[in-house]
């Protein structure tokens, strides 16, 4: 009998917008916007800044003054996640090892339950409108539509690459997050026509698996300078970092006691 699938189809921004060793020395930031079916109001916004050999990924509060609520920081020397949880002050880190670890279980799971087979590895259907500048790719279930250019400064590609493919494999950590494969897929088309997306935009049909269908898009802004705010957050982070207290994985996500916690973290 097949292992039941431990993920549900809450709508995360993690699958839509997920960002090679070698490093850039260019700092820059990219802000997301995210919209859910025809909403013209946000439903959540992310700062990434870039700045040496790491990445700073800000979930910024849906207040008058916006705060960030949730960080991720992405060493790219050393690929490794630092999460950190601005209300209950606990971070999480996971190294690459720890996330194929837990990619290539999920990936078996997937695999081993029929109805959502497809999902660990999806081919799609590329094609590329050059009257309106919009790449398209495809299976029967799911469409992905991109938007983008190429950056003025071709040197920030191999890290957008990195977080880009790093931050999607992270789908693999949380159970309630929607498997990352599909993003993966997508992440090489983005990659292959050197863009940094302005726009991307994702509808899901229903089958017997997705009882609803889903829409949504995000907007993306690229910035090649910081702001005096931008390093503001970079101090802040860093002494979250360094000061909240490092907890498991099934604590930081809130998990079960019974779940197996395959990203052990290392002690302070």
């Known amino acids: 009998m097949a292992k039941p699938i431990l993920w549900t189809f809450r709508f ?12 850039s020395a260019q700092d820059f930031r990219i ?14 916004r992310n700062v990434t ?23 991720t920081v992405f060493d790219r020397t050393e690929k490794k996640f630092i999460l950190i949880d601005m209300q209950q002050k606990i971070r ?17 799971e997937t695999m081993q339950n029929e109805s959502v087979r497809f999902m660990a590895d999806i081919q799609f ?4 409108d050059v009257t309106s500048g ?5 299976t029967d279930l799911i469409r992905y539509e991109l938007k983008g250019n190429h950056p003025a400064d071709s040197t920030i590609l191999p890290a ?5 493919d790093h931050y999607t494999m992270l789908g693999a950590s949380d159970p309630q997050r929607f498997p990352p494969f599909a993003r993966m897929k997508f992440n090489q088309v ?45 101090q802040l982070a860093k002494r979250c970092w360094m000061n909240y207290k490092i907890v498991s994985m099934a604590e930081f996500r809130g998990l079960p006691k019974l779940v197996k916690d395959d990203a052990t973290t290392k002690k302070q």
Do not use: C
Request: hydrophobic share 40%; no cysteine.
């Open 12 to 23: 995360s921004l993690l699958f839509l917008f997920a960002m090679t060793p070698l490093l």
């Open 31 to 44: 802000e997301t916007e995210l919209y859910v079916g025809d909403s013209t109001k946000s439903s959540s």
């Open 49 to 71: 800044v870039f700045s040496d050999s790491l990445v700073y990924d800000f979930l910024m509060s849906d207040t008058a003054v916006s705060e960030p609520v949730q960080i």
């Open 92 to 108: 999480l880190e996971l190294e690459r090892a720890q996330l194929i670890k837990l990619l290539e279980g999920l990936r078996t």
């Open 125 to 128: 259907k590329e094609e590329f």
């Open 134 to 138: 919009v790449v398209e790719a495809k």
């Open 160 to 164: 957008y690459h990195d977080f880009l």
């Open 190 to 234: 983005i990659k292959k026509y050197g863009w940094i997306p302005t726009e991307v935009t994702l509808t899901v049909g229903t089958n017997e698996v997705f009882q609803r269908a889903i829409k949504a898009r995000t907007q993306h802004t690229l910035n090649m300078n910081l702001s005096d705010r931008d390093r503001e957050r970079i």
